[in-house]
């Protein structure tokens, strides 16, 4: 099978992000709205340049290797690089996508790199460019079955990438909404507005990368109604890019190491929801959504 070579679409991609990020601060000055914190954005930016471009290379290096030899000795089959294939891991990519996503909203092991990327308290172009710097190196467990099933490594890597680069559109104010049909399959800002926000009801909602149809299938959907309130529920208040990034592992290490508990709370800390306590007295994002009900 001749395997093409596909460049590094994240790279090709930064003009395009650069280029948009200047029309919507452009677009904000001239509104005078209040969409951007300037020490804000040189945080998601800062995190977007060492997650994505330096720390993203080693990861994927990783990631690659691991790909590679699942697809080398254990696929169960051969997808050719045809149009179809490109179809179908369009949608099988996108898949693992939402339940890694979600996933991430649900176990605080996983939490403690995503909530990298929910810790603005804004909404514009440059929180798309606020992430993990850690989550590269193990979350991509939600794709192995790809390669098993048959997908070239190139090929996954190629459809994570442009799932990675179709969601930093969304991450804007100044689009209300798509029209109808787009709305009904497609994430949108107006779905992923709804995710970023804190609003009760709002809460662990709508997963999705590229099709807000799962989030649709499998009951995770809302749409947006109110205002959002972005940010967490307990807001970090700081812009050191150090602190941003490893915060939430910290206080994690604490509690499995150092909180007086049995062996098996300590572990259940790890896999539990954020806010879960040992003791009874953590909040849940369902007891929040509950609450407002």
Do not use: C
Not at 15 to 20: D, E, L, M, Q
């Amino acid at each position: 099978m001749e395997i093409p070579e596909i460049p590094n679409l994240i790279h090709y991609a930064i003009p395009f992000f650069v280029i948009a990020l200047i029309i919507e601060v452009y677009i904000n000055a001239k509104k005078k709205a209040t969409i951007y914190e300037t020490k804000d954005a040189i945080t998601s930016i800062t995190m977007g340049l060492i997650g994505n471009v330096f720390i993203g290379l080693l990861s994927k290096a990783l990631v690659f290797t691991i790909f590679y030899y699942i697809y080398s000795n254990f696929r169960l089959f051969t997808f050719p690089f045809a149009w179809w294939t490109w179809v179908i891991i369009l949608f099988a990519e996108d898949f693992s996508y939402y339940w890694f996503h979600r996933t991430s909203h649900k176990s605080r092991f996983f939490w403690a790199s995503h909530v990298v990327h929910h810790s603005s308290q804004y909404y514009n172009l440059s929180t798309a460019l606020r992430q993990t710097w850690t989550g590269g190196f193990y979350g991509f467990i939600f794709w192995l079955w790809l390669p098993l099933l048959g997908f070239h490594p190139v090929m996954i890597l190629a459809q994570m990438a442009i799932n990675l680069i179709y969601q930093y559109w969304i991450h804007t104010e100044l689009i209300k909404k798509m029209p109808n049909w787009f709305e009904y399959i497609f994430n949108t800002p107006s779905h992923h507005r709804v995710h970023h926000a804190t609003n009760p009801q709002y809460l662990d909602r709508n997963h999705a990368g590229i099709f807000i149809i799962w989030d649709k299938l499998f009951g995770t959907y809302e749409p947006e109604a109110e205002k959002p309130i972005y940010g967490l529920v307990s807001n970090i208040n700081s812009f050191n890019p150090l602190y941003v990034a490893f915060h939430e592992w910290i206080a994690l290490f604490k509690d499995v190491f150092i909180t007086k508990t049995s062996l098996r709370n300590r572990i259940k800390y790890l896999f539990k929801p954020p806010g879960w306590k040992h003791d009874g007295t953590g909040i849940l994002s369902e007891d929040i959504r509950k609450s407002n009900q």
